[in-house]
């Protein structure tokens, strides 16, 4: 694809337009992405008004809430109009109070209600991420007159995959049907009797994004109704919608596992105090961790001072420990996402892990053992006249490291979210600092069992 090139004041060189037409979204959207903002909004400004709004409806493009302000005023309501719901509600999300009202005043009085009130539910819900525009007919049409429905609104629909058919009165959601299943069906069947005798998969405005996926994935769906209390359909989400979601809530999970506050823009977007305000808090909260693990050796700093020798496995020890228990929270935290677990199966999950623990820190503890009567053997390094119970030591303290290690990183994904906050906080480097001040008092006290009247 040509590169673009745009000088302010001028029009985008038409034969530049032309390429552009003929190039998919996708690879117009990377273009644009590289662009500045008034580069971008020239060229958007001048393309075709409904290829404009296929590239607004597509997540991959950035800046999209400051590309739809740079756009001459009559093109951007007709832009945040013809967007599909959701999607136009992920682009005034990202704008502050004033700008969005001002785009809101540019549209007709429906859509603006229908924008504000998928914008009042929280950001990750159901109904932050549902779109309304969707097709259902009442429970008396037959075939033939679904598929004319279908046929008339299909261009202002997200999709026609899944029907949903209301009670004509209640207005409440009574089945779905598919798109395939009314074409093999004979024109003059009612689309009850088309549909399948069972009540439909749905959830309420308030379930989490991650909630939706698991019963889109489990059940096998296209979409899934989002009602209100009175069981009347308020919008769907489709997997698409999904998709976007989970990638967004997966990329600030893996964020937070790594001990920064979740970031929704690209990086290199990223200001550089934003970044600083992102990190710090983190860095700053481990630091204080880490300073109690220096509290602890100084407790011990007697003990250090007459078996120098225990001070050459305290990486060891500490790193050990920190591992086993990452390994543990990483699992766990990936398990409640995915719905595996529940709240209540802490003590299943206790019961696993205690006995996991220690079959892994016996296994490291054989291998530290072997590894000091190596080196004292082959005559690599002297532990001194006591080191078989130094190498005890180590094997011992590996163990009891090790099982707290994986105990605490399984518990601490429960103990969050008991208390309402996401799992994904019990990132690596707070379980690390965690397992390390309570390794090493694990470490001293074992140390005190086994070389009391030798080297202690």
Not at 94 to 99: A, I, N, Q, S
Request: hydrophobic fraction near 45%; include cysteine; aromatic fraction near 6%.
């Amino acid at each position: 694809m040509k590169e673009i090139h745009y000088t302010s004041g001028e029009d985008v060189d038409p034969i530049l337009l032309v390429e552009l037409l003929e190039e998919h979204d996708a690879d117009i959207i990377t273009q644009l992405n590289e662009c500045d903002l008034e580069t971008a909004a020239a060229i958007l400004s001048q393309l075709p008004r409904d290829r404009t709004v296929d590239i607004f409806d597509r997540p991959e493009l950035t800046r999209a809430g400051d590309l739809i302000l740079e756009l001459p005023e009559e093109m951007a309501g007709e832009v945040l109009k013809g967007m599909s719901a959701d999607r136009a509600a992920d682009t005034l999300r990202l704008l502050d109070g004033t700008d969005r009202t001002l785009l809101l005043s540019r549209i007709d009085f429906e859509t603006a209600q229908s924008l504000k009130l998928l914008l009042a539910y929280p950001e990750g819900t159901a109904g932050s991420i549902m779109t309304t525009e969707f097709v259902s007919v009442p429970s008396t049409y037959t075939v033939a007159e679904t598929l004319k429905h279908i046929r008339e609104v299909e261009h202002t629909r997200e999709t026609v995959y899944a029907i949903y058919i209301l009670d004509p009165i209640s207005r409440e959601l009574i089945r779905v049907v598919g798109l395939r299943q009314l074409v093999s069906s004979e024109p003059d069947q009612l689309i009850m009797d088309v549909a399948p005798d069972r009540d439909p998969i749905w959830v309420e405005p308030d379930t989490h994004r991650e909630e939706v996926a698991r019963l889109i994935s489990i059940h096998d769906l296209l979409a899934v109704p989002v009602l209100n209390a009175r069981h009347r359909i308020l919008g769907i989400v489709t997997f698409d919608d999904v998709i976007d979601a989970i990638l967004a809530e997966s990329t600030e999970d893996v964020q937070k596992f790594g001990g920064v506050e979740g970031m929704a823009e690209p990086y290199l977007e990223i200001g550089y105090v934003e970044m600083i305000k992102k990190r710090a808090g983190w860095l700053c909260a481990l630091f204080l961790g880490e300073m109690l693990t220096a509290s602890a050796m100084q407790h011990y700093s007697d003990e250090l001072a007459k078996a120098v020798v225990l001070t050459l496995f305290i990486p060891l020890i500490m790193s050990s420990g920190g591992n086993s228990g990452s390994q543990a929270t990483s699992l766990l935290i990936r398990a409640l996402a995915l719905g595996q677990l529940r709240l209540r199966d802490w003590w299943r999950v206790a019961a696993r892990e205690i006995p996991t623990g220690l079959t892994l820190g016996v296994i490291l503890g054989v291998i530290g053992m072997v590894r000091i009567a190596a080196w004292q053997e082959f005559g690599i390094f002297d532990y001194g006249e006591h080191w078989k119970l130094v190498a005890l030591t180590v094997g011992v303290g590996l163990v009891g490291i090790v099982t707290f290690g994986s105990f605490a990183g399984s518990m601490l994904p429960f103990i969050l979210k008991r208390c309402g906050f996401d799992p994904a906080s019990a990132s690596a480097p707070f379980v690390a600092t965690l397992v390390d001040v309570t390794g090493l008092m694990i470490y001293f006290s074992v140390a005190l069992l086994i070389l009391r009247g030798t080297l202690l």
